[in-house]
């Protein structure tokens, strides 16, 4: 069966993200192994886009330093004298196989963005119509607490489900989610998972290293739920691992696949950034036939259905919709503002105009504007 899913997914890929981590790019020979993993899959046809880590790491390699600096500001140096290195090898080793690779520095808050995303989602296409590599990092130099991602296993989860990448391969220092031994050791190896469940979510462990490197299989397991809830595929593996990319692209037993829960499917782009992306401005607690209207019949969130309204919002803005238990149960962009709302909360449509004194929609969150929360 596992056989079967994994070759199901090579077969249908046509675009990839790959994403390797800081302690994969240390040794000199890493890069040039890595886009001759890379230049392969490109030859078979399919696109990649390659969200790099190393530019802190690069930068401390070229001042000489053993431990990852603490304040922001030292980071953030590190990273804008590193990116350049980084940016210089990449090119090198892609001039090799015949193609180019192009630099995309982006924060958390440029995706969150509706036209910033956009934008960015734009400038992808148009590299990889030109056949260029984009290589993408977070944009360290100016990130602050708010506007990061953390980590570029988020990073390159949120790439994934943007540019609608039919799998995201995270390489990593291990090969897949392990199950823990009663003693604490790491044992067998999980290779597929569908839909992350809360055991697994306590077998993630964070990373052992803090010198170099952030994250570790918490945060693969973060990137799981976030590909999932698109409706998309993550696949965890060892960049240690000779030739891994090409095992991986020849549907072999190595790593853990991520598969959405059963009953998933991929979203559209619009949805997708309002369940992955979008900035929640405030909520809407829903009666029950309102929460069964949404949940199984595709149904929108009309006047009547809408018990509370929950913080100051603007026509436009995505909201949260609650169940009466507290639950949220989708997200979703509103046709009006939180004083609107508040009036029409409990109301039939056919009493909006009374109410607000002019013609509007019916809807106070249409059908094509919601994303059910899983």
């Given at each position: 069966m596992a056989d079967h899913i994994r070759k199901n997914i090579i077969e249908r890929c046509h675009r990839v993200v790959v994403k390797a981590g800081t302690r994969l790019l240390t040794d000199p020979q890493s890069i040039p192994n890595l886009v001759a993993q890379i230049a392969a899959?490109?030859?078979?046809?399919?696109?990649?886009?390659?969200?790099?880590?190393?530019?802190?790491?690069?930068?401390?390699?070229?001042?000489?330093?053993?431990?990852?600096?603490?304040?922001?500001s030292d980071i953030q140096a590190l990273a804008a004298m590193g990116q350049v290195k980084l940016m210089a090898l990449y090119e090198k080793e892609c001039l090799k196989y015949g193609f180019r690779a192009a630099q995309l520095l982006v924060t958390a808050d440029d995706l969150r963005s509706r036209e910033r995303h956009l934008n960015a989602m734009n400038c992808i296409e148009a590299l990889l119509s030109r056949d260029v590599l984009p290589v993408i990092n977070e944009?360290?130099?100016?990130?602050?607490?708010?506007?990061?991602?953390?980590?570029?296993?988020?990073l390159a989860s949120y790439l994934g489900s943007m540019i609608r990448a039919d799998l995201t391969i995270i390489l990593t220092t291990v090969n897949g989610l392990l199950k823990p031994n009663p003693d604490g050791t790491l044992g067998d190896r999980i290779p597929l998972v569908q839909g992350v469940t809360r055991e697994q979510r306590e077998m993630a462990t964070g990373t052992d290293d803090g010198n170099t490197s952030i994250g570790g299989m918490i945060t693969k397991i973060n990137a799981a739920e976030i590909l999932n809830e698109s409706g998309d595929v993550l696949w965890i593996?060892?960049?240690?691992?000779?030739?891994?990319?090409?095992?991986?692209?020849?549907?072999?037993?190595?790593?853990?696949?991520?598969l959405p829960a059963e009953g998933i499917h991929k979203l559209e782009a619009k949805k997708r950034w309002i369940a992955v992306f979008s900035k929640v401005s405030g909520s809407l607690t829903v009666d029950d036939g309102a929460k069964k209207a949404i949940e199984q019949h595709a149904?929108?969130?009309?006047?009547?259905?809408?018990?509370?309204?929950?913080?100051?919002?603007?026509?436009?803005?995505?909201?949260?919709?609650?169940?009466?238990?507290?639950?949220?149960?989708?997200?979703?962009?509103?046709?009006?503002?939180s004083a609107e709302c508040r009036k029409l909360a409990g109301k039939h449509s056919n009493e909006i105009r009374a109410v607000l004194g002019c013609d509007a929609e019916e809807e106070i969150i249409h059908r094509n504007s919601m994303a059910i929360v899983h």
């Amino acid at each position: 069966m596992a056989d079967h899913i994994r070759k199901n997914i090579i077969e249908r890929c046509h675009r990839v993200v790959v994403k390797a981590g800081t302690r994969l790019l240390t040794d000199p020979q890493s890069i040039p192994n890595l886009v001759a993993q890379i230049a392969a899959i490109r030859q078979s046809g399919r696109q990649v886009i390659l969200v790099s880590s190393g530019a802190v790491g690069m930068g401390m390699k070229l001042l000489g330093l053993k431990k990852r600096p603490h304040h922001l500001s030292d980071i953030q140096a590190l990273a804008a004298m590193g990116q350049v290195k980084l940016m210089a090898l990449y090119e090198k080793e892609c001039l090799k196989y015949g193609f180019r690779a192009a630099q995309l520095l982006v924060t958390a808050d440029d995706l969150r963005s509706r036209e910033r995303h956009l934008n960015a989602m734009n400038c992808i296409e148009a590299l990889l119509s030109r056949d260029v590599l984009p290589v993408i990092n977070e944009n360290d130099p100016v990130s602050v607490d708010e506007l990061k991602f953390g980590d570029n296993d988020t990073l390159a989860s949120y790439l994934g489900s943007m540019i609608r990448a039919d799998l995201t391969i995270i390489l990593t220092t291990v090969n897949g989610l392990l199950k823990p031994n009663p003693d604490g050791t790491l044992g067998d190896r999980i290779p597929l998972v569908q839909g992350v469940t809360r055991e697994q979510r306590e077998m993630a462990t964070g990373t052992d290293d803090g010198n170099t490197s952030i994250g570790g299989m918490i945060t693969k397991i973060n990137a799981a739920e976030i590909l999932n809830e698109s409706g998309d595929v993550l696949w965890i593996a060892s960049g240690l691992m000779p030739n891994i990319l090409e095992r991986i692209f020849q549907a072999e037993d190595v790593g853990t696949v991520f598969l959405p829960a059963e009953g998933i499917h991929k979203l559209e782009a619009k949805k997708r950034w309002i369940a992955v992306f979008s900035k929640v401005s405030g909520s809407l607690t829903v009666d029950d036939g309102a929460k069964k209207a949404i949940e199984q019949h595709a149904g929108s969130l009309l006047p009547s259905g809408v018990k509370k309204v929950t913080g100051t919002f603007k026509r436009g803005d995505v909201l949260e919709i609650r169940s009466l238990a507290g639950v949220v149960i989708a997200r979703g962009q509103t046709n009006f503002s939180s004083a609107e709302c508040r009036k029409l909360a409990g109301k039939h449509s056919n009493e909006i105009r009374a109410v607000l004194g002019c013609d509007a929609e019916e809807e106070i969150i249409h059908r094509n504007s919601m994303a059910i929360v899983h």
